[in-house]
């Protein structure tokens, strides 16, 4: 207690504790199932207030979360009966439009700074789901309908502020501490709390075309045929993503189509606007779909227009890889396995990648994964109490299993759910590991920082 009380000294921000106003938002993530309770948590308002939560919890012993927007898949960002510190608050961005940078604060959302940088017709690649952190996306890679053209979030991080395990604040960037800003680049949290993040701003809009087109699921193999087509040959401004999906009960979809099987795209063009038909030809030609809502829209409608369909708080879980091609055999199980899928809420996707990702070397960054052109995924949701709920992961995993090995041998960190073991992690950051070892053992050699993808020292 003295030492909790010593601590709620020295900070300016909020510390917190179990039936405090504020508690169970700030303990709150997106995954219900993932959810977990620590003892304490803080809410800081500056570096000096971070440095001195990582000396509490190191010096008491005690394990750390770190929260920035909560979506992590694995619910990594609270430590169960230790210390989280809650940066979901610092949501400030500050734009420079003739530098082209945008400084983002720790608690940032996907949607705080496509707004910000949109007033200026500015954008920097991240995610599909608005209500994403940006902290946590960036540290782990960061890719989204921009990635084509840009590269990962993280090829367009120019610097960091980072809190230490030793409770230092560094500034790491291409010549400042060179070592911690390359591990930054992808290897997730593991070297310190990051209080801000400068990022490279490109212009983007403010319109682009996108939006939703569906088909009936009995069409997927022509649809999947001509998605194959289509991005075999996409220009970078092109980023399709491909849905197996149930038709939401909205009412863009016929009522009679309400939770039957569609097959639909996602689509982001961000080029020039009158070349929007002759780019979508290949999905145009499909014809005849049940739902069209492709259109010229802001960047940041169609930032956030999957936003819906994965509110917070249910229970989820998924498997991922990444693919270098597509081919029949992976197309044919992705339908096979849709069409025997016995969770009601569940897709499969393909997630479009290639472009500005794949040119740079495989150690530009932590990140690696250059030979990674799409990402393949199979979701299910259900709700808190579902009966069924062991039924449905079991089939998840197995769906997983059956994926695999289409796989380049690696997915995503940002995507891997918590039973994903040690191995994953290596293999996801190949060749990169070893030197992600070195630099955990000159920042972080009592692995503080251990709640996420971890390195080990
Ligand atoms: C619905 C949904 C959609 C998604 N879509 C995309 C997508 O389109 N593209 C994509 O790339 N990813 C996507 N993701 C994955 C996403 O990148 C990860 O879940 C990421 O971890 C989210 O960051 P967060 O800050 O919200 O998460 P949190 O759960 O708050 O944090 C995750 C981990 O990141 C670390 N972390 C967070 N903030 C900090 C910080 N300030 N300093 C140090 N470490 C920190 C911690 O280790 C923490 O455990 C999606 C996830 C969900 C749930």
Redesign the pocket.
């Known amino acids: 207690m003295i030492a909790l009380d010593d601590l709620a000294g020295r900070v300016g921000g909020r510390l917190l504790r179990a039936g405090d106003p504020g508690w169970e938002e700030a303990i709150g ?3 219900g199932m993932a959810a977990t309770t620590p003892a304490l948590v803080l809410q800081p308002g500056s570096a000096a207030d971070v440095a001195a939560g990582v000396g509490f919890a190191r010096d008491h012993g005690l394990p750390l ?9 694995a ?3 609270i430590a169960e009966g230790g210390l989280v510190l809650d ?2 608050g610092r949501r400030t961005v500050a734009v420079d439009p003739e530098a082209r940078v945008a400084h983002v604060g ?1 608690g940032c959302r996907l949607a705080d700074v496509d707004r910000a940088t949109q007033a200026h017709g500015l954008a920097t690649p ?4 608005s209500e ?6 960036t ?6 309908y921009l990635t084509r053209r840009f590269g990962w ?1 993280v090829d367009n991080l120019l610097e960091a502020e980072v809190v230490g395990a030793d409770g230092r604040v560094r500034v790491a960037g291409p010549d400042r501490h060179p070592d911690l800003f390359w591990a930054l680049r992808g290897g ?2 593991n070297f ?4 801000r993040l400068s990022l490279r701003l490109h212009p983007v809009g403010p319109d682009v075309y996108g939006g939703l087109i569906a088909w009936p699921f009995e069409r997927a193999a022509e649809v999947l045929a001509a998605y194959r087509e289509l991005t075999a040959a996409a220009p970078r401004e092109l980023a399709v993503w491909q849905l197996l999906l149930p038709a939401p009960p909205a009412p863009f979809v016929p009522a009679e189509w309400h939770g039957r099987r569609l097959c639909g795209m996602a689509v982001c063009y961000s080029g020039d606007l009158d070349d929007t038909e002759r780019v979508l030809a290949p999905i145009r030609a499909l014809g005849e779909p049940l739902v069209d809502l492709l259109g010229r829209r802001p960047y940041t409608e169609v930032q956030s227009y999957l936003d819906d369909t ?1 509110p917070s708080g249910r229970h ?1 879980y998924w498997k991922t890889e990444f693919l270098a091609g597509l081919d029949d055999e992976l197309l044919a199980g992705l339908r096979e396995l849709f069409a025997a899928c016995p969770i009601p809420e569940a897709d499969l996707g393909l997630l479009h990648l290639g472009g500005a990702l794949n040119e740079r070397a495989g150690d530009d960054g932590a990140v690696g994964n250059r030979d990674a052109r799409y990402v393949v995924g199979v979701k299910g949701m259900w709700s808190p109490g579902e009966p069924a709920a062991d039924r449905f992961r079991k089939w998840v995993r197995d769906a997983g299993t059956r994926l695999r090995p289409f796989s380049t041998g690696a997915t ?1 960190v ?2 891997q759910t918590a039973d994903e073991g040690d191995g994953r992690v290596r293999a996801t950051y190949g060749a990169n590991y070893e030197r992600l070892v070195e630099v955990k053992r000159r920042y972080d050699p009592g692995n503080l ?1 251990r ?2 993808r971890n390195i080990r020292p």
Do not use: D, R
Request: proline share 2%; no cysteine.
């Open positions: 993530i997106w995954n979360g770190v929260k920035g927007g909560g979506h992590h898949i619910g990594t960002a940066l979901s720790p991240l995610g599909f789901v994403v952190g940006v902290a946590g996306l540290l782990g890679g960061g890719l989204g979030t997730g949290g310190g709390v990051v209080t994965e989820y995503y940002n995507f920082f709640g996420n």
